[in-house]
């Protein structure tokens, strides 16, 4: 599996509720590592989390 379809899962994980963390989202997390502690019921579409970005700060 490459990168980009690793993001991809990513970006669908967080569409359906699930908490998807990184060093953009958070910090103390080492970039190019992704953390997912848990279904977060409510991430909603208002949610600050899902406008925080998962790409590269680059991006």
């Avoid at 080492?30 to 925080?52: N, W």
Wanted: aromatic share 12%; charged share 20%.
């Amino acid at each position: 599996m490459n990168v980009e379809e690793i993001f991809d899962y990513l970006q669908c994980l967080r569409k359906i509720g699930y908490e998807v963390r990184n060093h953009n989202t958070n910090p103390q997390i080492l970039p190019g590592e992704y953390l997912i502690p848990y279904f977060f019921p409510t991430l909603t579409p208002k949610s600050v989390q899902l406008r925080k970005n998962l790409g590269t700060s680059n991006e």
